[in-house]
Nanobody, 116 residues
Framework: QVQVVESGGGLVQPGGSLRLSCVAS????????MGWYRQAPGKQRELVAL???????NYGDSVKGRFTISRGNAKNTVYLQMNSLQPEDTAVYYC??????????WGKGTLVNVSS
């Protein structure tokens, strides 16, 4: 069973920055994409950012220009650099790892709270 573990959430003031990390335990050879999603209270889960094994990225409209997704040297690690955070960015952030064979695995989530 693949384990996906996020870290780096916390409380940050508006305008601040935070960096999330995620590690997936499965084989890097069968991993084709990793991404971040978020879910705010009372709202549906939404895409934040994706990166595939060709380093092609895709961002949700609300975070373009503020957030950056990247992969570590160990290709089963992904980061989300979040700048200019706003209260509407408050949510639980989930990491997703997608493997060939249409297998998807989720982390348990990490809370990002943007508040003064």
């Amino acid at each position: 069973q693949v384990q996906v573990v996020e870290s780096g959430g916390g409380l940050v003031q508006p305008g601040g920055s935070l960096r999330l990390s995620c590690v997936a335990s499965g084989s890097v050879f069968s991993l084709y994409a990793m991404g971040w999603y978020r879910q705010a209270p009372g709202k549906q889960r939404e895409l934040v950012a994706l990166i595939n094994n060709g380093d092609v990225t895709n961002y949700g409209d609300s975070v373009k220009g503020r957030f950056t997704i990247s992969r570590g040297n160990a290709k089963n690690t992904v980061y989300l650099q979040m700048n200019s955070l706003q209260p509407e960015d408050t949510a639980v952030y989930y990491c997703n790892a997608g493997y060939y064979g249409d297998m998807q695995y989720w982390g348990k989530g990490t809370l990002v709270n943007v508040s003064s």
